[in-house]
């Protein structure tokens, strides 16, 4: 494939002007990758930037490729959503040409080696098991996220609004033109070799790509496999205005949050300003504050459950077009945190005389007469939302099971 101009690639990535630079992120939170990861012997311009929010005595790390017209500034704030809701480490790759990443016009091959480069810091360099590693791609990122998830065996993928193969979204659209390019990012293929869990949202009205693409993948997938086709949902929507349609899907299908506590090691060499490029090195006292809580080295404390959000500006997605906010509203929080307090109460004893309850139908019945409390119901059939949100709309699959789009806690147990 030719890595010169290419009318294909510069449509598949109409990188945008840059949202960020060296001191845009807080400290310790933009990295710097060396092709060779050898601190020692770098080719500093063709160093790769990452953005790494860590998450405190997470077990998981989530490597997220993003979509086509956004960069590192662009999706900090879906990124970070990740790291609060979710309780993983988030490492997010940057295209080259995309925000202050050198290497010219992006391609398929030098995403894909990005992708790769990045995969392989977390486990020869963090040396992270591949297994506790969940792949996120999200529309053109589809494409990396699946040629890496194919390489190893690795606990989980994510996609979301992913495509068939680049020729056969050219073929939605303009018919046989598409017998006249070179293929690009066979992901239909790709998702044969997967080894992980697998978890598609596609919207009904995507009309950029065709939520049958996201379907075709599912079907083809031979793994533990959900498919989440929300009827209103569009190719640049926001994830977060129904928890059904993403977050809770995430949390009850991987399981998550999980924890280990064993540290994480963060070479101090991947914050060095000598791995910049030469056009971007400045003075890097002025930073931002180092982030609060942040646990980039050493030991990291214990957990906490609390579910934590920031907001953020609406972010641009594929060829420039609007979408709308990812960043974190009081609703999908609410119902985030209602869920997680349930799946906490799951694991306390139960108790006579006292009760974990918080409605008014589940607190204990007078004493009988032999002077003892009933034991107080359980929440066996889940926790009950009563935050003000629209129910998911749509269809949800899952591999071996029943559709089932009232009750994800009955899918969970059944899962286990």
Not at 14 to 31: C, G
Not at 61 to 81: I, K, P, Q, T
Not at 325 to 346: E, G
Request: with cysteine; hydrophobic share 40%; proline share 8%.
């Amino acid at each position: 494939m030719s890595r010169g101009f290419n009318l294909v690639n510069t449509l598949l990535f109409p990188a945008p002007e840059a949202s960020y630079d060296l001191h845009t992120f807080p400290e310790e939170e933009l990295i710097w990758l060396p092709r060779s990861l050898d601190p020692e012997d770098p080719n500093v311009e063709a160093n790769v930037p990452c953005l790494f929010l860590t998450s405190n005595s997470a077990r998981f790390v989530m490597l997220y490729m993003h979509s086509n017209a956004e960069d590192l500034g662009r999706c900090y704030n879906f990124c970070n959503m990740l790291r609060m809701q979710f309780q993983v480490n988030v490492l997010a790759v940057e295209y080259p040409g995309y925000g202050i990443c050198p290497g010219g016009q992006a391609d398929e091959v030098s995403v894909i080696e990005n992708a790769k480069l990045a995969f392989r810091f977390v486990t020869e360099v963090l040396r992270y098991p591949s297994e506790d590693i969940i792949v996120l791609g999200r529309s053109v990122g589809s494409g990396p996220a699946l040629h890496v998830a194919a390489m190893a065996k690795t606990y989980g993928v994510i996609l979301i609004c992913p495509f068939l193969s680049v020729k056969e979204v050219v073929r939605c659209h303009l018919g046989r033109v598409a017998d006249l390019i070179e293929e690009r990012f066979p992901n239909k293929e790709k998702i044969r070799d997967i080894s992980g869990f697998l978890l598609i949202v596609h919207g009904k009205k995507d009309t950029v790509v065709p939520w049958t693409h996201g379907q075709e993948l599912f079907e083809t997938c031979t793994r533990r496999k959900r498919l989440v086709t929300p009827e209103d949902m569009t190719h640049n929507a926001s994830l977060l205005t129904d928890p059904g349609v993403f977050i809770m899907p995430v949390l009850q299908f991987f399981g998550l949050p999980d924890y280990s506590f064993e540290p994480l090691r963060i070479p101090s060499w991947v914050f060095d300003a000598t791995l910049t490029p030469t056009a971007l090195r400045t003075d890097r006292k002025a930073v931002a504050p180092k982030r609060q809580g942040a646990a980039c080295n050493g030991h990291r404390p214990a957990p906490k459950t609390q579910s934590r959000l920031i907001a953020g500006s609406p972010l641009k997605q594929l060829l420039g077009t609007s979408v709308e906010s990812d960043s974190a509203n009081t609703t999908a929080d609410a119902a985030v945190q209602m869920f997680l307090d349930w799946q906490d109460s799951r694991s306390r004893p139960l108790q006579s005389g006292g009760t974990y309850s918080k409605v008014a139908d589940d607190l204990p019945k007078p004493p009988d007469d032999d002077g003892f409390f009933k034991v107080p119901k359980s929440h066996n059939a889940g926790p009950t939302l009563t935050a003000p949100v629209a129910q998911l709309s749509g269809s949800v699959k899952t591999a071996d099971l029943t559709e089932d789009v009232e009750g994800w806690a009955r899918q969970e147990a059944m899962l286990t």
